[in-house]
């Protein structure tokens, strides 16, 4: 809604949040459209299964297949510099005590000779991961319980440093999978409504889990019995199966076991 000096309304537009940050008009809303615009990539994959052949076949990494797709939106530099501002942004809110790639941010203060290629690569694998789950499942908390959010977050953590590491993308699926499967079932708990409890707590734990999850798929050669895919449909039934109570709404777990009055 858009007042002008006198307090009167002069324009106004119903939006609709759907899920995983997407924002909807009321027109696409009721339509049915997610708003999200097709893009023709090089190299389309719709499953871990998929991007590991690809991988194989062209001879890239995770991170270098996500690049080659990028090319459909914009050229490389452009992608790189987007990539190394999101990072600035973080560090600096890192200076704040605010808020931070945890995972990243550990990579970058603890490896020798960590820079820029690094921080694209480790964005780049991530992104690949996330787009999984957000195409087979969900990273809405709202939909599947925080197991979409901090869930999520954890498997791309853990795919990003694996990859940074030099782990092979059959290494990187591995760890995404074990970061995942830690945290399944994870309900959405918001105490007295507030997302930093106990958003913050969580996400800190899937940090350290993100980490361990490298150095188990490290310690391996990427062959593992439960695939990234089946992780993601196992979040995807459980998020259906979940009480909505658990699901962001304050209605269920410790969100009601605490009592301010």
Sequence with gaps: MALDGAGRVVDEEVYYSVGGG???????????ATGVTEVRVELPFDSGEELLKICDLEGLSIAEVM????????????????????WEAMRSCVARGIRSDGV?????VFQPGAGDDDVVDFLLTAAAVGSLLKRNASISGAEVGCQGEVGSACAMAAA?????????PGQVENAAEIGLE???????DPV?????????????????KAINAAQLALGGDGRHHI??????????????????KYKETSEGGLAVAFIEC
């Design 182 to 188: 830690h945290n399944l079932g994870l309900t959405c």
């Design 227 to 244: 695939t990234l895919d089946q992780a993601i449909r196992t979040m995807r039934d459980t998020g259906r199966d979940m009480l909505s």
């Design 104 to 108: 990243l941010h550990y990579f970058m």
């Design 22 to 32: 997407f924002v909807v008009d009321a027109d696409h809303a009721e339509s049915g």
């Design 160 to 168: 990003g440093l694996t990859q940074v590491l030099g782990g092979t």
């Design 67 to 86: 690049g080659r797709n990028e090319r459909a939106w914009r050229p490389d530099g452009r992608t790189r510099d987007g990539l190394l501002a999101v």
């Design 192 to 208: 007295t409504g507030l997302v930093q409890v106990p958003c913050i707590e969580r996400n800190a734990m899937a940090a350290v």
